[in-house]
């Protein structure tokens, strides 16, 4: 099925380091999420996003919704060992409920204490 | 209010079996989504249910099958099993079905197939 294309697959990080990570996609879409998984857990909301061009924090994380609307970024600032986890951003196409979404493949964020 | 909650959370079936999964809303959501997660995959949806009946398919074949009960909860029902059947099974449930709405995972069903 349809998948976005999200990056880097992974990524090693020093406690305290700043993260970034993208999703890109060929299709437009009218929200952008960004969800974290944790071992054994589904994925939990961390921020939405609804309008092209927004940025929204949450904490130390903040996304941004491509003017595009085919983009989005996630950073995590002063990232810390609970960080780690797998991340995954996700559209939802117009006319869709948040039920239907498309995901991307996840980053997986590992750190070093 | 209470989470998701799915069961079983781990099982093994041999190809050719019928499998259900069962999932309980969190409180005052009427909808209910599933979602099947390969290993190192994204979810990918499969289908959703408003009010009892099917609103919304992914492209699984029609051995993937669901229910919606009155009290809001669901199960998943998948038909002779393949092994490429093999992953988590997540389902998330959403009050109503405009958008906006925050989508609250469960912590998943592991089905392994062999």
């Known amino acids: 099925g349809q998948q976005l294309n999200q990056s880097p697959q992974s990524m090693f990080i020093q406690e305290g380091e700043d993260v970034s990570m993208n999703c890109t996609s060929s299709?437009?879409?009218?929200?952008w999420l960004w969800y974290k998984q944790d071992p054994g857990e589904g994925p939990v909301l961390l921020i939405a996003l609804y309008k092209a061009g927004e940025l929204t924090s949450n904490g130390r994380l903040t996304a941004q919704f491509g003017i595009t609307r085919k983009d989005s970024f996630l950073n995590i600032s002063a990232s810390i060992p609970s960080d780690v986890g797998i991340y995954f951003c996700?559209?939802?196409?117009?006319?869709?409920?948040?039920?239907?979404?498309?995901f991307g493949k996840g980053t997986k964020l590992s750190v070093k204490p | 209010e209470t989470g998701v909650t799915q069961s079983p959370t781990h099982l093994i079936k041999t190809r050719g079996q019928q499998v259900t999964l069962r999932c309980s809303s969190q409180?005052?959501?009427?909808?209910v989504s599933w979602y099947q997660q390969a290993l190192g995959q994204g979810p990918q949806f499969i289908f959703q249910y408003y009010r009892e009946e099917e609103n919304g398919r992914g492209n699984f074949p029609p051995r993937f099958s669901g229910l919606q009960f009155p009290n809001y909860s669901s199960e998943l029902n998948v038909n002779a099993l393949e092994l490429d059947d093999s992953a988590l099974y997540l389902c998330a449930s959403e009050r109503g079905i405009a958008g906006a709405n925050v989508l609250t995972f469960g912590a998943g069903s592991r089905l392994t197939v062999l």
């Open positions: 299709s437009i879409f009218n929200t």
């Open positions: 409180s005052g959501h009427n909808t």
């Open positions: 996700a559209g939802q196409n117009y006319g869709g409920s948040q039920g239907n979404l498309i």
